[in-house]
């Protein structure tokens, strides 16, 4: 079992910025594939950006990219995801997900260990 916890969330204006953090802890998390996703009112849950267990491969969605960077400390099993130019429409219940490989990081049915979600809100 892998137990994640995110913080880091808040209120901020539109252009500013935040940075989220996702602890895990419980059995060897460095080993996995990790994801954030995010959930705004009334909409289905969205992938947001992904990074490999090494650090070394990266993707975002299109609505994040060059605002948002998604990285790493393995040493203390966290995962970090940095967003710039914060949007309204980046309004959303954020969520950090684990996943065997990349590649089943970036689809929630596939991620494996879920976080409880960190809501950001960003006012116009």
């Known amino acids: 079992q892998v137990q994640l916890v995110e913080s880091g969330g808040g209120l901020v204006q539109a252009g500013g910025s935040l940075r989220l953090s996702c602890a895990a802890s419980g059995r060897t998390s460095s080993n996995y594939a990790m994801s954030w996703f995010r959930q705004a009112p009334g909409k289905e849950r969205e992938f947001v950006a992904t990074i490999s267990w090494t650090g070394g491969t990266t993707y975002y969605a299109d609505p994040v990219k060059g605002r948002f960077t998604i990285s790493r400390d393995n040493a203390k099993n966290t995962v970090y995801l940095q967003m710039n130019s914060l949007k309204p429409e980046d309004t959303a219940v954020y969520y950090c997900?684990?996943?065997?490989?990349?590649?089943?990081?970036?689809?929630?049915?596939?991620?494996?260990?879920w976080g409880q979600g960190t809501q950001v809100t960003v006012s116009s």
């Open positions: 997900a684990a996943a065997a490989t990349i590649a089943q990081a970036m689809a929630i049915k596939t991620c494996t260990y």
